[in-house]
């Protein structure tokens, strides 16, 4: 466009909602990771899990085979062939019994975000078929990995195995549940530091998902998985040793027989424990990002509703509270303000609400601030102030036509400030109307003919303010409730001023 016209300028938001967009989807999709991460680990030491189930039980027929002459790789493709064709079974009918499944009895469970009417869409694609296919592809090569491991058994091997079956897993013999509870304190730290699974890119300023970060919870639950099966034994033959002495001889045998080949027992006690987990976190899972996804909108807007505007007028909130079916209304300011204090030019946002009524119509979770956004708004609720002020100022005189004080600026004098300093005081009639009267500028060099500085005693200077007429002042009585000092410079300069005789 730029070409065709020159020095055309383009301005759209269409940039920055893509942005946002890809902002909240990479945060939707942090809990979907985790969620699958965790159906990753359980479907994989299921796998395992049958494998090893598979190798136990076709352990004495590879061993036979083995006796009779068969090589190895006759005994792998004999297991091979009767695992394939229950792989080809599977893939098969896998979509179609999921489907069945989800149809029956999962698809009423699920309640969407949106809350829409229309039921939804459920049917057979060619990516579940796939999906299905993939998974029996893993499948099949891991029971072929551990059908080449089985066919190496021999008859001699697999009677001493019987004899005495291993205690030690592989993982433990080589103390890899340490290794793996080290990679969780560490993965632990860095969600900590970074406060999230959610890292912040410098270049692009936009968000990305850490998959180090995300595997976090899957190694962990595979690490106390481990970790269980390394205490296991130990917790039987403690149960054995207790067996042998308080209970029956059936007891004492069962647990006997645990103790001497607890790692298959101690296999199911895993998936038993990782399905619990994962249906922990399933069962909460929906419930949760509904919520969080609730949550972010409703923090992004405030309220049930927000009216915006720069010419909002100042009785709009009165306006408003008469439409029908409004309960509540409460005025909110938000703007950049110079701080008086601290480094020149510094800017701080200011937020200015209406304490009693915040609460009644303003969105605030619970685990903001204890007590909820109620205790908020004690704690920014003014004192109370006496609905008369009077007698809490310095009484005047009812015949009162001007007021001095003394003032010794001479700290200032030496500092080359170029903005004078007003100084003025405040007095309240009796009716509470206030006026505010000038005394002029206590860096001005004295001059008997500038009106205010009438008189000089070496560094003490007078300042005299005359009052307004009697019309002008308000009803009496007259009290003096402030002096104040003002100064056209953005910040105030440093020194002392001192008053004395008002």
């Known amino acids: 466009l730029n070409k065709r016209y020159p020095r055309t300028l383009v301005a759209s938001r269409l940039g920055r909602t893509v942005d946002e967009f890809n902002r909240l ?26 494998a090893g189930f598979l190798g136990r039980s076709q352990a004495e027929e590879v061993s036979l085979l083995r006796s009779r002459g068969a090589s190895a790789s006759q005994v792998t493709g004999v297991l091979t062939l009767a695992e394939g064709v229950v792989a080809l079974v599977a893939m098969a009918g896998g979509p179609f019994l999921a489907w069945v499944i989800v149809k029956s009895l999962l698809l009423d469970s699920i309640d969407p975000a949106s809350n829409s009417e229309t039921p939804i869409p459920l049917g057979l694609a060619a990516d579940m078929f796939l999906m299905g296919a993939l998974g029996g592809v893993i499948a099949l090569l891991t029971l072929v990995a551990a059908s080449v491991g089985r066919a190496r058994l021999g008859a001699l091997e697999y009677l001493l195995s019987k004899a005495r079956p291993p205690t030690v897993s592989f993982a433990h013999r080589y103390h890899l549940d340490i290794l793996l509870v080290l990679v969780v304190v560490v993965i632990w730290y860095q969600v900590g530091v970074r406060e999230g699974f959610v890292a912040e890119e410098q270049e692009s300023q936009g968000l990305n998902v850490d998959p180090t970060l995300v595997l976090g919870p899957m190694i962990g639950l595979s690490s106390a998985a481990i970790l269980l099966l390394r205490g296991f034994p130990w917790l039987v033959r403690v149960l054995s040793w207790v067996g042998t002495r308080v209970g029956p001889a059936w007891f004492h045998y069962a647990l006997l027989k645990l103790s001497r080949d607890p790692i298959p027992h101690g296999s199911l006690v895993i998936i038993l424990m990782l399905a619990a987990a994962l249906g922990v976190f399933g069962s909460t899972f929906q419930s949760s990002l509904s919520q969080s996804q ?18 909002l007028p100042l009785d709009a909130p009165m306006i ?95 500092l080359d400030i170029t903005a004078g300093i007003i100084m003025r005081i405040r007095i309240m009639a009796g009716a509470g109307h206030y ?49 104040y000092f003002t100064s056209a410079a953005i910040q105030f300069p440093e020194g002392a001023l001192r008053l004395d005789d008002i």
Do not use: H
């Open 294 to 311: 609730g949550d972010q909108a409703r923090y992004r807007v405030g309220g049930e509703m927000v009216v915006r505007g720069s010419g």
């Open 25 to 50: 989807l990479t945060l939707a999709r942090v809990p979907l990771f985790l969620y699958l991460s965790l159906v990753v680990v359980v479907v994989l030491y299921f796998l395992v899990l049958i």
């Open 320 to 414: 408003l509270e008469k439409i029908p079916g409004v309960s509540a209304v409460s005025p909110v300011l938000r703007d950049s303000v110079t701080t008086v204090d601290g480094r020149l030019g510094d800017r701080v946002q200011l937020l200015a609400v209406d304490s009693r009524t915040v609460a009644e119509n303003s969105w605030f979770r619970k685990d903001f601030f204890p007590g909820g956004l109620r205790e908020v708004g004690k704690l920014l609720r003014p004192r109370n102030i006496p609905v008369s002020l009077a007698g809490t100022g310095i009484p005047l005189p009812e015949d009162t036509v001007s007021l001095g004080v003394w003032v010794d600026s001479s700290e200032l004098s030496g």
């Open 435 to 483: 006026r505010t009267i000038s005394m002029g500028n206590v860096l001005q060099p004295f001059d008997p003919d500038i009106p205010g500085a009438e008189e000089d005693n070496g560094r003490w200077r007078l300042f005299t303010g005359e009052f307004p007429s009697t019309e002008a002042r308000g009803s009496f009585p007259l009290e003096l409730v402030s002096v």
